[in-house]
């Protein structure tokens, strides 16, 4: 098909159009054809919907297991995988208190793969909130929220929030007693914020008890509202990687010297200079043509980063289906508003929590983490320094390191106090 | 508004018009902006109830008979302990003033088993993390014989009713 043949007139007639309809048809789904070469690959991931999230090509340095872990994408495809039973169980599933517990046990004997679904969004809950956690515990240890990336970490740090928040509110469903007793406690915590507390607890329970009302509520937040934010969030924060360069890596990750290319005076100085041509990007943020000028580094993210991100799919959903089927979710009684269990605990990642509230429920459950919150978003504005970027507990970042595995040990110690060594009526007891 | 439509549409660019579109346009941003927090205060007033499907706060609990001298004996779904020593009653709360527990009844007064705070026979904290003693409410002898207790008032601890 070179562009000196005559162009072909197109065939009329009805029966041409029927002869090639499922050509036509398949042809104005998918604009290019299968791809062969990296050429093709690289024109269907641009055109692509669902693959134009990634870039054409990625830097090596973000392929390494070793420096991400791979805990973004695990976090990603749990969030993928609690959406999607999340929807299945809504089709059962009623927010009423004189419904919502018999609904649990329908799921665990009536319907169809009802238990494994109850399982599998349980494990993945509480998967994610530790792999959200632990992304952002790498993100922080590899400085990777420095400049240009201050704006995606707090983003991410909103999102970790929203986690919580998402888990804090998907437990009082199930309408148990662990639920109920709980989301009481928890609301009660807002109660003791400064000027707004009672508020916030009064519009959470939509009255003065947890009841009817703030089952609803919370039945809203959790499979509306709060959803739908962090939907959005997540498009923000992948946007966002792709306009901050991808994700971070060490200054010379970018230039190996001996690779530089230098032109020879003689042919710099026999032709015209090249012409350049500014795309979009180009015109907003200088020219992005590098092609030449600096080492490439990069691989195609077709295959590369597609066969990284499958095998992160497979293992992450292999892993909650073998631990859905070896464990079941808990149950625990239907609620009984005249007894909390004793001792009535939280789940293990609210436990550092609860255990801080004995002490002070301002402090522990105010307080502290708010000056831990707060402190996670001016991180990136207070630590200015460039250095120890894209390294595992790089040197230059001691100080920084250190404050923040404090923070995350302090925690550690009250959810293991609270795990084990906590007995009837929160005594301190040993656990053998 | 009068506005002359043939004078302001028209593209001027003299120091008067451009100033003028200069205010439109802030006008209309603060118009916008106004919207848009009236929408967000509108949809706080929208989900706070006004009436909430709760129990009543004053309720009737039964006649004193009902409640020998030197019992103390919680009413569960109300949250209440009615504590009668010969001839005098009261009637205390046994939601945790820490984080809204519900407290047992112990050899010494009150225990919580959410974070271990514990009471005396009076209510008054004796350990763990609660802020305040569990509170006393208003009883009164209804014309009826029966005693009514009223949630929304509470009184002095260690001020009983005498029958």
């Not at chain 1, 400049?147 to 469903?173: A, C, D, H, Q």
């Not at chain 2, 009436?51 to 109300?78: C, H, M, N, W």
Request: proline content about 7%; glycine content about 8%.
């Amino acid at each position: 098909m070179s562009p000196a043949t005559e162009p072909i007139p197109p065939k009329s007639g009805l029966l041409n159009a029927l002869k090639e309809f499922p050509k036509n048809v398949w042809n104005s789904v998918f604009r290019n054809p299968i791809p062969s070469n990296d050429l093709e690959k690289s024109a269907t991931s641009f055109t692509n919907f669902f693959l134009h999230i990634h870039p054409v090509k990625v830097h090596k340095h973000s392929l390494k297991p070793s420096y991400t872990l791979g805990l973004g994408l695990i976090s990603f495809f749990l969030f993928v995988i609690l959406i999607l039973t999340g929807i299945l169980l809504m089709f059962y599933y009623v927010p009423s208190t004189t419904q919502a517990y018999d609904r649990m046990l329908d799921l665990r004997g009536t319907v169809a793969f009802g238990m494994i679904l109850r399982n599998m969004h349980r494990w993945s809950a509480h998967g994610m909130v530790a792999v959200v956690f632990l992304h952002l515990a790498r993100v922080f240890f590899t400085g990777a929220y420095k400049k240009p990336r201050e704006f995606n970490w707090v983003i991410g740090v909103v999102l970790f929030l929203l986690t919580l928040f998402m888990s804090f509110t998907g437990y009082l469903l199930p309408w148990d007693q662990l639920a109920f007793w709980a989301i009481t406690v928890g609301t009660a915590i807002a109660g003791y914020a400064p000027v707004v507390g009672k508020d916030i607890q009064f519009l959470l329970m939509g009255g003065t008890s947890v009841g009817q009302e703030a089952l609803l509520r919370f039945y809203v937040l959790h499979v509306a509202v709060l959803p739908a934010i962090l939907s959005l969030g997540i498009a923000i924060h992948f946007w966002r990687i792709r306009k901050d360069g991808g994700l971070s890596r060490t200054a010379d990750a970018d230039a190996t010297p001996a690779l530089e290319f230098t032109e020879p005076a003689s042919v710099k100085s026999a032709g015209p200079e090249p012409r350049k041509t500014y795309g979009l990007q180009g015109l907003v943020r200088g020219p992005i043509t590098k092609a030449g000028q600096v080492p490439d580094n990069t691989v195609f993210a077709w295959p590369d980063l597609l066969r990284a991100e499958l095998f992160t799919f497979v293992i992450t959903l292999s892993a909650i289906l073998v631990l859905s089927l070896l464990f079941n979710a808990p149950l625990e009684e239907p609620v009984n508003i005249l007894h909390p269990p004793n001792p009535a605990k939280a789940p293990w990642y609210f436990l550092g929590l609860q255990e801080m509230v004995s002490y002070s429920a301002f402090w522990g459950g105010i307080g502290i983490p708010t000056i831990f919150v707060i402190l996670l978003f001016i991180t990136p504005y207070i630590d200015r320094a460039q250095t120890g970027v894209g390294k595992w507990f790089a040197k230059e970042r001691l100080l920084a390191n250190t404050i923040f595995l404090t923070f995350v040990l302090a925690n550690l110690v009250f959810v293991i106090i609270g795990t084990f060594f906590r007995g009837p009526n929160w005594a301190f007891v040993m656990p053998w | 508004m009068a506005v002359n439509l043939k004078r302001s549409s028209r593209a001027g660019t003299s120091p008067e018009s451009m100033q003028r579109r200069r205010m439109l346009g802030w006008l209309t941003g603060l118009g916008l902006f106004g919207s848009g927090i009236l929408s967000a205060i509108s949809n706080f007033v929208f989900i706070k109830p006004r009436a909430t499907y709760g129990q009543p706060q004053r309720f009737s609990i039964g006649k004193p008979e009902d409640f020998p001298p030197g019992s103390r004996a919680t009413l569960g779904v109300r949250s209440l302990c009615v504590v009668r020593e010969g001839n005098r009653i009261a009637a205390l709360s046994t939601t945790c003033t820490h984080l809204g527990c519900i407290v047992g009844v112990s050899d010494t007064g009150f225990a919580c088993p959410c974070h271990g705070s514990r009471f005396d026979q009076d209510g008054t904290v004796t350990g763990g993390p609660a802020p305040r003693p569990l509170p006393w409410y208003k009883l009164t002898l209804a014309p009826n014989g029966e005693l009514e207790v009223d949630k929304d008032t509470e009184i002095t601890p260690g001020s009983y009713l005498s029958l």
